[in-house]
């Protein structure tokens, strides 16, 4: 049985995507369903929002709406990782893919988690955005537009 891939997107992939129309992240969104359920979780919500210019937040709605919603745990609930070492706002939002079923989590911020590229935590591969989905994956339309 192949099942479907659960790719958790990060702050800065929703960022990119709600900034521009014509970003590369967007593609992310062009993925046939059957190979991929798009996951992202309040707390990215609320930093990408945080993040971008007032006048972008309608296109990080039309984003967010395609989007499973995952809640970020409370810390006392966090899965103990000793070896992972993240500042407490990219924990949480490791937290929250391993909570949520992931099966990737999709983040431009090698600066915290580009040790962990290509690593699988607790059932969960951290990719950079470039590196998914897989080549076999199926795209609906690579010049599709939201907004």
Not at 68 to 93: N, Q, S
Not at 120 to 132: C, E, K, T
């Amino acid at each position: 049985m192949i099942t479907a891939d659960q790719p958790f997107l990060d702050a800065n992939i929703l960022f990119s995507a709600a900034l521009a129309p014509n970003a590369r992240m967007r593609r992310l969104w062009a993925l046939d369903p059957a190979p991929a359920t798009l996951m992202t979780s309040d707390q990215t919500i609320m930093e990408a929002r945080r993040n971008l210019p007032l006048l972008t937040h309608p296109a990080l709605l039309q984003l967010v709406e395609q989007l499973t919603m995952v809640l970020t745990p409370p810390r006392d609930l966090w899965i103990p990782l000793p070896t992972i070492a993240l500042p407490d706002d990219d924990m949480a939002i490791l937290q929250a893919a391993i909570a949520g079923g992931a099966t990737h989590l999709l983040t431009g911020n090698r600066r915290h988690f580009g040790p962990y590229f290509g690593i699988q935590i607790d059932g969960l591969v951290i990719l950079p955005p470039a590196a998914y989905p897989p080549p076999d994956a199926r795209v609906a339309s690579p010049d599709l537009r939201l907004g």
